[in-house]
């Protein structure tokens, strides 16, 4: 399966981080992966993307975001469109309607299951993956770094430690943790390839992670900085 993926036009600046792990795991099954970052944009937006791929992913993680993706999604009658993010766990998929596709749940998880042609349409509950250890980092060479964080060597750069249920039917399921090890080696990863050294994580984790203490002498050894929210 060939992919792209969009993110729409948006009010609220955060880091694409759903649609940044969709594009490594991607990439890591080596798919074809076409990535626009749209966020930045006024005004009308032109979308260009390649009629051969197979599914275009659009990124809608609010209200204002999904709106966007719908304009977005209009430009792009004739291709196979999917909405994913956290706007669709947090609303009923049902009531989403136009969509080819409309994933609840892990995303990775949700694009293997379009591939195979398991779901051939409607919503896609990406299953739960559960050990967060094993997803690849985020793709930060798909983000243009310098809008996002102007002042990277002041900027807080969020890391994502946990994962909570996959919809609102799924409340019952455990918030899944990474280990300290594993965050400590993405900010490690990340320091070398962009010097960041400032880092937010979430109390979810510092509750959950089991070894706080061994962690924050971690992190306070290599000089990083936490952000507790």
């Known amino acids: ?16 981080i759903n ?7 991607a990439r890591s099954m080596r798919r074809s992966v076409e990535f626009h970052d749209y966020t930045f944009e ?4 032109k979308v260009s993307v390649d009629k051969d791929r197979n599914v275009v992913f659009i ?26 993010g956290d706007y669709c766990t947090h609303v009923n998929p049902d009531e989403l309607t136009g969509w080819h596709y409309v994933v609840v749940g892990d995303v990775e998880e949700a694009m293997n299951s379009i591939s195979t042609l398991s779901v051939r349409k409607g919503v896609v509950t990406g ?12 793709a930060w060479d798909y983000i243009d770094i310098s809008k996002y964080f102007p002042s990277k060597h002041e900027a807080y750069i969020p890391i994502q430690t946990s994962r909570g249920p996959c919809n609102l039917s799924m409340a019952y ?16 990863a990340l320091n070398a390839k962009y010097e960041f ?8 984790f510092v509750a959950r992670c ?7 002498n971690e992190i306070r050894e290599r000089g990083f900085e936490c952000l507790i929210k």
Do not use: W
């Open 127 to 138: 299953a739960a993956v559960t050990d967060l250890d094993k997803l690849p980092y985020p």
């Open 42 to 45: 006024t005004g009308r937006t």
């Open 19 to 25: 649609a940044m792990y969709l594009a490594s795991a």
């Open 210 to 216: 089991g070894n706080y203490s061994y962690f924050k």
């Open 59 to 84: 990124q809608a993680d609010n209200s204002d975001e999904y709106n966007n993706a719908l304009a977005v999604r209009g430009l792009l009658k004739q291709m196979k469109c999917a909405v994913f």
């Open 197 to 204: 050294k400032r880092f937010i994580i979430s109390d979810e």
């Open 173 to 188: 399921q455990r918030v899944r943790i990474r280990t300290s090890g594993s965050v400590i080696r993405e900010m490690c």
């Open 1 to 16: 399966m060939t992919l792209a993926i969009i993110i729409p036009p948006r009010q609220m600046i955060h880091l694409p």
